[in-house]
């Protein structure tokens, strides 16, 4: 209709109510875990909350699980021969919703638009037969509009074309 919603003093990704429901559930759920165990074969007990600690769910698992994909794959690249470029991708400021352009947008709507924009690229990355690899990482932004950080690999005489069509496809409403 025309309007902006205005978003001043709510958190860009949930509201206090839905934090507070959030963290009680991780309290109950953390409590729950906490009184269960796990039996082996061997009749080897351990804490059933040990064990997700032990996992992948664990936030600095998580990380170091990312770190460990990004230097095979820096590694690969070095066997191949590739040149790694490091990309910092963000939506134009129309999804941003702490500036004076945004039109309303939410968080999706800027991960869409970004989605719906590398995929064009690597279309045309495809067409062109450029060959390429590599890893990406989502992230919100403090207002929660997505921004992404991305590490390609491609062979050294293709480096100059990809930067160019990527800066061509990335600024393009911007």
Not at 13 to 24: G, V, W
Not at 59 to 66: G, K
Request: glycine fraction near 6%.
């Amino acid at each position: 209709k025309g309007t902006k919603t205005v978003r001043k003093g709510i958190n860009a990704y949930c509201s206090y109510q839905a934090l507070n429901e959030y963290k009680a559930d991780r309290e109950r759920g953390k409590r729950y875990l906490e009184s269960l165990e796990l039996v082996n074969k061997q009749s080897d007990v351990i804490s059933l909350m040990k064990a997700v600690e032990a996992g992948i769910a664990n936030p600095e698992n998580m990380r170091n699980e990312l770190m460990l994909r990004i230097r095979e794959t820096e590694e690969l690249a070095d066997e191949m021969g590739y040149v790694g470029g490091f990309y910092n991708i963000t939506a134009p400021s129309r999804f941003h919703a702490n500036s004076p352009k945004w039109d309303g947008s939410t968080p999706k709507d800027a991960s869409n638009y970004l989605n719906k924009l590398y995929s064009q690229a690597r279309a045309k990355l495809d067409r062109l037969e450029i060959p390429y690899f590599g890893v990406r990482v989502a992230e919100p932004h403090a207002d929660g509009c997505t921004h992404w950080h991305m590490l390609l690999w491609m062979p050294a005489r293709y480096y100059d074309k990809v930067n160019h069509l990527l800066r061509r496809y990335f600024t393009r409403d911007d």
